[in-house]
């Protein structure tokens, strides 16, 4: 008795180029994986509506959706679901922006089987790890779901505790891609910076108020305007006076 071969896991792979779609699916059936195909972003948003896929595979120039499009669509309605796109040129901008839109890897056609098979694999792990992520613990109930969306009591009971944290005297920092964006203090601390900055400004300003005050007097001026009407020769023997008398 022969026993059936298990399926390394279900991928829905997206080209409008035919030949390409089934060179592909081809390639990843004889892998092991069971694969779907469609042959552009409309007939693929129908597939993903009526069956579940580890991995999506989907060219990026296609016309009416494009790659980046389908992409989009993809992780606003399915945001644990791995998408890999295929690029006919290397080019790093779209490279990026894709990254940007959560795919998880761009691949350059064409694509070995063996490439194939290694990137599909491991979207199929990321994919088994992201389920297993949101799995209930051990001690739930079972027929017990939990859902993956915070509701909006629990963002403000956590919003509530991160207040409490600042109010505290304590600070959080938001980050971006783990770099340092802003921080949350409290009130108290702020107005403590504002009024060390505004002390150092009035000193400053006072400062600068006497020094004009001490310019508008007469002798003041007049010294003002002896030193503007000198000659050189004069401003050189009145430097050479300054510096005799600091000796």
Known sequence: MVTPRKL??????????????????????????????ASGGKQALQCIEGSEFDVILSDISMPGIDGLTLLRQMRARFPDLPVILMLDIADNQTAIRATELGAIQCLIKPITAEVLE??????????????????????????????????????????????????????????????????????????????????KLDSLSGEFDALLARMQMPGTRAKMKAAFDASPKQLGRAAVRIANKRD
Do not use: M, W
């Open 118 to 199: 290694q990137t599909a694999a491991y979207a199929v792990r990321l994919r088994q790890s992201r389920r297993s992520a949101h799995r209930p613990s051990g001690d739930a109930r079972i027929g017990e779901t939990r859902s993956d969306c915070v509701t909006a009591t629990d963002a403000k009971n956590e919003f509530g505790r991160v207040l409490e944290s600042v109010i505290r005297g304590g600070k959080v920092f938001i980050t971006k891609h783990d770099a340092r964006k802003a921080v949350l203090i409290s009130i108290d601390e702020f107005d403590a910076l504002s009024r060390s900055t505004r002390s």
């Open 8 to 37: 390394k896991g279900r991928v829905l792979i997206i080209d409008d180029e035919i030949a390409v779609l089934r060179l592909y699916a081809s390639s990843l059936a004889a892998a092991g994986f069971e694969v779907a195909k």
